[in-house]
Every structure is written in structure tokens, then in C-alpha cells.
């Protein structure tokens, strides 16, 4: 289906709503996981830096995100047994998963590529 | 498990991860669990989560949900034959680090033994 003209200003409307569903999940998690759930949400939106270019593989990343603490809720496990010791290197680990279209890519390309031309080229 | 513990099993847990699964389907915390029983005993359940996600990403294992009798379905990985390839690779890999820094160490306790 072809998105509609106003999508192109305002963004996907399936995202938008993608984006209401995970929000409500989150929202009915029992604590303390809906705290640390969010905790987490917003050092990703800080930290992340992966929507820019695919919304679909940051809904994936969210949807994820949002099964593990239903999990975590309905068995009890303790939020210690979820993130361990370190609760920064778990959100690093969990959203490298994801880390295929991160905006930092680019510039990794760029710079893989200006290298590789360079090869051969230099005088000996 | 120290520090260093952690940061050399960064590199090896998605082969090890896919060395159990080897052995037999699992969902996240199965994994976690059969991880302990070998030792990794302060392994975060959040970790091989996480590890699961990326190696499916990666196209090394296929994901079944299957309904559990409470709350939502449970996801059940299956190492593919791509997840197959990549754990032979790894176990290569491991082979070779595991010989050559065993050699490595003979011959400095060797080369401190002559020179006391």
C-alpha cells in the first residue's frame, strides 16, 4: 500500500501506531519492571541513535524489548537476574543487537571507503 | 565471575550459546539455566537475551513461538544450518586461540624456569 501524501511530513502512521502499542505495554507492566523497562527506554533514546533511517528495525528493537519485561513479569524474575550486574552494559549489549542501521554506520562506511580507495594509490 | 571473566566471554558466548542450542532447541531462560549449570554462574538472563536477538538478526537460528500456560508466548530458537557453519567456525577459532596461548605460556614459564 502506498503511504499517503501527509506520511511524508508527519511519518508512517503503522509506525506511529507500532509505536502507541509498545508504549501500552510497557505502561501495564507491573513493578518494578515497568520502572526499570522505562529506565531502559530512555537510555536507549539517548544512547541509541538507531531510528535514523529504518523506524522498522527501532519497532523490532522495542517490540523485543517489550516481550523480555512481559516475561521477566509473569515469572518473578528478579530485575538483578534480567540485567545483571551492570544495568549500562546490558542496555550497550541489548542494543547492539540492533546496531545494523545506527546512524554511526555511515560514517563507518564513509570512512572504510575512503581508506580502501587510497589503497594503492600512495607513491613508493 | 570477575571482570576479566566478562570481558573475555563477550567474544565466545555467541558461540557457546549456539553450542547449546546445538544440542537441543531452547527458549531464553532454558538457555540461561543450562549456562549456570556449567558454571557461568552469575550470567544476566537480560545478556543471553540480548544474545539470542542478534544472532537471530544474524540468521543463525529459527524462532517458533510457542504458548506458555501464562503470560505470552515463549520463543524457542533452533540453531539453522547457517548458525551450524558459524559454530564449526568457531570451534576452529577456538582450537586455534586455545593452542596457541596454551604455547604461549609453556614457553614463558619455560624461559622463567632457566633463567632462575
Known amino acids: ?43 536507549f533514546m539517548y544512547n541509541g541513535g538507531i531510528t535514523d533511517g529504518d523506524s522498522a528495525v527501532m519497532i523490532t528493537m522495542l517490540n523485543d524489548f517489550a516481550d523480555l519485561w512481559e516475561r521477566a513479569a509473569v515469572d518473578g524474575t528478579p530485575i538483578e537476574d534480567i540485567v545483571g550486574d551492570d544495568p549500562v552494559e546490558f542496555a550497550e549489549a541489548f542494543a547492539a543487537a540492533y546496531a545494523g542501521k545506527r546512524w554511526i554506520d555511515k560514517e563507518r562506511n564513509r570512512l572504510t571507503e575512503t581508506i580502501q580507495n587510497l589503497e594503492g594509490k600512495e607513491e613508493r | 565471575m570477575g571482570k576479566q571473566t566478562t570481558e573475555m566471554l563477550k567474544g565466545t558466548l555467541e558461540g557457546i550459546v549456539l553450542a547449546i542450542l546445538a544440542v ?20 544476566a538472563e537480560g545478556t543471553v537475551y540480548a544474545l539470542l536477538v542478534r544472532i537471530e538478526q544474524r540468521g543463525f537460528v529459527d524462532v517458533e513461538k510457542v504458548p506458555s500456560e501464562k503470560g505470552p508466548p515463549r520463543k524457542v530458537y533452533t540453531i539453522n544450518a547457517q548458525g551450524g557453519a558459524y559454530l564449526e ?17 609453556h614457553r614463558i614459564e619455560r624461559t622463567n624456569e632457566e633463567g632462575e
Open chain 1, 1 to 43: 500500500m502506498a503511504a499517503k501524501w501527509y506520511e511524508l511530513i508527519t511519518g508512517s502512521l503503522d509506525d506511529k501506531k507500532a509505536y502507541r502499542q509498545y508504549k501500552a505495554r510497557i505502561a501495564a507492566l507491573p513493578e518494578p519492571y515497568g520502572t526499570a523497562a522505562k529506565a531502559f527506554e530512555r537510555y
Open chain 2, 89 to 105: 567456525e568457531f570451534w576452529r577459532t577456538w582450537s586455534f586461540l586455545a593452542e596457541r596461548i596454551e604455547q604461549l605460556h
Open chain 2, 24 to 43: 537441543q532447541p531452547a527458549y531464553g531462560y532454558e538457555i540461561t539455566a543450562r549456562l549456570r549449570d556449567q558454571g557461568f554462574s552469575d550470567i
